[in-house]
């Protein structure tokens, strides 16, 4: 059966749209099938192949009529269902990666019954299991990315629980990315006002986990989650929710962790946020251009090109090789990942900006103009001599001509 479902997979990748008449007849089948297997879990390989037939059967009608997702909807929710009441744990974490590639199908909002089961997906008891874990927040993130709006208005009550998930995760070391995932949908996605009330213990948790437990993966995500905030929220928006939790804490955040790590961060995605976020502390954070936190701009600005123009700094700390091993309980059922439910890479600023460092320039050519003579001095005080040659080719690759003459004195 293992063989036949293979040439299945195989024979549906080449066929592609020319097979999408004959799809239905093998849904239904395979939902037989699945329903008859699931009381005796016993094959993996025939159980995996059998998920990722289902998944290569969404995408391929899916693509060719997006509105064919209700149809698999009604063909799979029942034989769902029964694996999530019965827990059948071999097969749960196949069914939230099939449900998030049938919810991401949808263009609009969330159709009321995977908001009856969102509840569900928050008990603690599926999170105790490191086998569900990935798949459980993926399906999380389509639900934010789908139907924010509508948690925000008829699950406002359920958000302490989506938070108190973030919690749990991020105290694990094994799992503290998959946190990181949950919170940055959440802030990306989330209505502002919905979230105002959670923010600012949002980022005690994480410095308690920073003082308590620092790694270099944490710190990574840390990053990337402190520069999409600024993004969403704005510079200053940033700037006092640290002063907020501890006076000066902005300037230790910058000095002790956003300068010298940003070169740590890895993932082209990743980058551009970090790259984005530290424009905008740059260049759109008044504290930065007339307090103490002045000292800090240039080091900013330094430690911004390091990422734009140098290797990935990828050293990790011996005693981090087995936080993996150390932090995952006695065998549990593993995450096994379908390949045919992938999902995209998302660019959270693709549409506000395609390249970074154009953006800088364009940025301090802003900023140059509206505060005159103060961006040269800044520039001229620390930036070494090779930062300084590959920002005056950003200003010309974005024709900032004033901005050029302004910071570099070119007459």
Same mark, same amino acid.
């Given at each position: ?7 299945? $997979? ?24 699945? $329903? ?22 969404? /995408? ?10 209700? %149809?698999? +909807?009604?063909?799979?929710? @029942? ?28 263009? %609009? ?16 008891? !599926? ?10 927040? /993926? ?44 919170? %940055? ?13 959670? /923010? ?27 520069? !999409? ?6 510079? $200053? ?66 430690? $911004? ?18 936080? &993996?091993?150390? &932090? ?16 995209? +890479?998302?660019? #959270? ?6 390249? #970074? ?16 003579? /103060? ?12 930062? @300084? ?23």
């Amino acid at each position: 059966m293992k063989k036949h479902l293979k040439i299945i $997979l195989r024979s549906f990748s080449l066929l592609q749209e020319a097979i999408i008449p004959y799809i239905p007849t093998l849904i239904t089948q395979l939902t037989q099938k699945l $329903l008859a297997v699931s009381k005796n879990p016993s094959k993996p390989h025939f159980n995996h192949y059998m998920f990722e037939a289902i998944c290569l059967s969404i /995408r391929i009608t899916c693509k060719a009529n997006p509105a064919a997702v209700v %149809n698999f +909807e009604e063909a799979l929710f @029942l034989v769902f269902t029964e694996i999530l009441q019965n827990d059948v744990q071999e097969f749960i974490p196949y069914v939230f990666q099939v449900m998030s590639l049938l919810l991401e199908t949808h263009k %609009n909002d969330i159709p009321s019954s995977y908001m009856a089961l969102f509840p569900h997906l928050l008990q603690p008891v !599926l999170w105790e299991r490191t086998g569900n874990i990935p798949a459980l927040v /993926r399906l999380l993130q389509a639900f934010l990315e789908r139907g924010s709006n509508t948690i925000a208005s008829a699950a406002a009550d359920k958000i302490p629980g989506l938070l108190g998930v973030f919690q749990k995760l991020i105290a694990s070391k094994a799992n503290d990315h998959q946190g990181f995932y949950l919170l %940055n949908s959440i802030i990306e996605h989330m209505p502002p006002e919905s979230v105002d009330q959670y /923010r600012k213990q949002i980022f005690i948790l994480l410095f308690q986990r920073l003082q308590n437990s620092k790694t270099t993966k944490f710190i990574k995500s840390f990053l990337v989650f402190i520069n !999409l905030y600024c993004i969403k929220y704005g510079a $200053l928006a940033l700037q006092e929710i640290f002063d907020g939790i501890q006076p000066k804490m902005f300037g230790m955040v910058l000095e002790k962790i956003i300068i010298p790590e940003i070169q740590k961060v890895s993932g082209n995605v990743e980058k551009k946020i970090c790259a984005v976020g530290i424009t905008k502390l740059l260049t759109e954070c008044p504290p930065m251009m007339d307090t103490e936190y002045t000292k800090l701009w240039t080091p900013l600005l330094q430690s $911004l090109i390091g990422p734009f123009e140098l290797p990935e700094d990828d050293t990790i700390p011996d005693e981090e090789h087995f936080i &993996d091993i150390e &932090d995952t309980p006695g065998y549990q059922t593993a995450f096994s990942q379908l390949a045919f439910a992938g999902k995209k +890479e998302h660019d #959270p600023v693709g549409q506000m900006v395609n390249n #970074p460092k154009i953006h800088l320039a364009q940025s301090l050519h802003k900023l140059s103009t509206a505060c005159p003579g /103060r961006v040269p001095s800044m520039v001229s005080t620390s930036l070494n001599a090779e930062a @300084l040659q590959y920002l005056q080719g950003y200003l010309q690759a974005a024709q900032c001509d004033t901005a050029l003459k302004c910071i570099f004195l070119i007459g």
